[in-house]
């Protein structure tokens, strides 16, 4: 019993970590990517597009935000009957997760095209708001994340709060 409540708060950390993975690397895409790509429109979206060719930001997204939303829901499961209100701030931790692959789908992969498929000649003005619209986004899709992460942590702080738990068994936070 002791081992399997180490090994469901290990679950909640790598999702921790995922998760933060996850926030910086978003982060990144608005501080460093977008600021390159509108340096000298038309010329910085031409190489962008060219960067783009083999592997852009989407690969990395495409492979850590599933394996993170699989681990907040493994945590969700993991710790479902621990209290109600670890499982409460686990599942909006998931839910927010999620929302922002939908918010991803629906929101930046259009603007994406626009500004990464569309013909420059003829869609320059088009590229230049879909930039415009593309970075306060991304910052809102950050912060988006962030809260997931603070639902984590939260539910992580109570968990090592809970009186039945082990606790000389679980990883310490020191």
């Known amino acids: 019993m002791?081992?399997?409540n180490s090994l469901k708060v290990i679950a909640l950390y790598f999702s921790i970590v995922f998760a933060t993975g996850v926030l910086f690397v978003n982060m990144y895409n608005s501080i460093v990517?977008?600021?390159a790509w509108g340096a000298n429109i038309?010329?910085?979206?031409q190489t962008t597009r060219d960067y783009f060719q083999n592997v852009n930001p989407g690969t990395f997204f495409r492979v850590f935000s599933p394996i993170n939303q699989a681990l907040a829901l493994l945590s969700l499961i993991l710790f479902w009957k621990s209290s109600r209100s670890i499982r409460i701030?686990?599942?909006?931790?998931f839910l927010l997760?999620?929302?922002?692959?939908?918010?991803?789908f629906a929101y930046f992969y259009p603007r994406n095209d626009i500004m990464f498929k569309s013909d420059i000649s003829t869609n320059l003005e088009n590229i230049k708001t879909a930039l415009h619209q593309w970075v306060p986004m991304n910052w809102l899709r950050s912060f988006i994340i962030f809260v997931g992460l603070i639902c984590?942590?939260?539910s992580l702080h109570k968990i090592y709060l809970m009186p039945d738990l082990p606790h000389k068994n679980l990883p310490s936070v020191k």
């Open 2 to 4: 002791k081992e399997n």
């Open 33 to 35: 990517d977008t600021t």
């Open 42 to 45: 038309p010329q910085s979206i």
């Open 89 to 93: 701030f686990l599942i909006v931790a």
């Open 97 to 104: 997760y999620v929302l922002v692959d939908v918010f991803t």
């Open 152 to 154: 984590s942590f939260i």
